[in-house]
């Protein structure tokens, strides 16, 4: 049995990754139409969930659903693994049962771990490293909306957390420039930064950032497991608020995103996410989408004896 997992974009190439962003197109024509799809009749994702979601858990339940199969949503709080027991132990049980594992969780090592031990496809649904599931949705709404990203600039503006490493993957992997606008001390892992130099650049500066740029995207200041540092972090990140007056320095068919959800008054203005550059909620949306089509991907071996 193939055991192909998505644990960063880096599981694919270049040219998987825009493959998977056609068919995630297709795929929504189709849901779109009304068509029925059901490749995954039987079959079971399960879903385990550390940390709290909307978007995630909602559209991997009902990607399921369409495709004909079921989720299992797994908490910490009422699983084994929640008490305890070795991620090892759990991935080679739950593998044995279900066909594909979602994961949301803290440290990026643990879901390593756990797809070492699963026997079947394994998903990183966000870690403190990594949100690659978003930046196919990402990719798919500037695609369906502008059409290639390759030679654009990408400006990345706030923290330099799981959505901004794997905005430098995406870069690496579909050809496009990133601007990182950051204060000190907030920037993106420094191995990535130091392998991607030749397309990823560090601004102190959002409004330099930001200029002529073709697609510009933030995230909330302090993500999930930061809490306690809110109020500090709202001050250490004052000034780097995307807003529609930076939005003007842009190129003038520059697209605005946000994973969601957004602190309105912080990392955006009241305003932004209504701006006509704002494009948040298609990107909501083909989170859907794109998933079903990496759903597709990764479970060619079982498509493929249906
Ligand atoms: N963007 C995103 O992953 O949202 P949720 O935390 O609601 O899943
Ligand atoms: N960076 C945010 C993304 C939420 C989807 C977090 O990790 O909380």
Request: glycine fraction near 6%.
């Amino acid at each position: 049995m193939s055991n192909k997992h998505f644990l960063t974009l880096c599981d694919l190439t270049g040219a998987e990754f825009e493959q998977l962003l056609q068919r995630a197109i297709e795929l929504k024509k189709m849901q779109h139409d009304g068509v029925i799809y059901e490749p995954l009749k039987n079959r079971v994702l399960a879903m385990v969930f550390e940390k709290s979601s909307t978007r995630t858990r909602v559209s991997f339940e009902t990607g399921m659903a369409q495709f004909g199969g079921s989720a299992l949503f797994l908490s910490p709080r009422d699983t084994q693994l929640g008490r305890g027991e070795a991620i090892e132990d759990s991935a080679r049980v739950m593998s044995r049962m279900v066909d594909i594992i979602m994961i949301r969780t803290f440290e990026h090592s643990k879901i390593e771990r756990f797809a070492e031990y699963s026997s079947v496809p394994v998903i990183n649904a966000l870690t403190d490293d990594y949100h690659p599931c978003q930046l196919l949705a990402d990719m798919q709404t500037y695609v369906e909306h502008r059409g290639s990203i390759r030679g654009k600039t990408v400006t990345y503006i706030g923290d330099g957390n799981n959505m901004c490493n794997s905005y430098i993957n995406a870069a690496h992997l579909l050809g496009f420039k990133l601007h990182i606008a950051c204060p000190e001390g907030f920037e993106p892992m420094a191995s990535l930064l130091e392998q991607h130099k030749s397309h990823v650049k560090i601004f102190r500066d959002p409004a330099e950032a930001t200029l002529g740029s073709h697609l510009v995207v933030t995230d909330v200041w302090a993500s999930m497991g930061q809490e306690e540092e809110q109020k500090e972090r709202e001050q250490q990140f004052a000034g780097f608020q995307v807003n529609p007056k930076l939005m003007d320095l842009a190129s003038p068919d520059a697209l605005f995103m946000h994973c969601l959800p957004a602190h309105r008054g912080e990392e955006i203005s009241h305003d932004m996410l209504d701006d006509p550059r704002s494009v948040v909620w298609e990107e909501a949306e083909n989170r859907l989408h794109a998933q079903k089509a990496l759903i597709e991907h990764l479970c060619q071996d079982i498509l493929r004896k249906a």
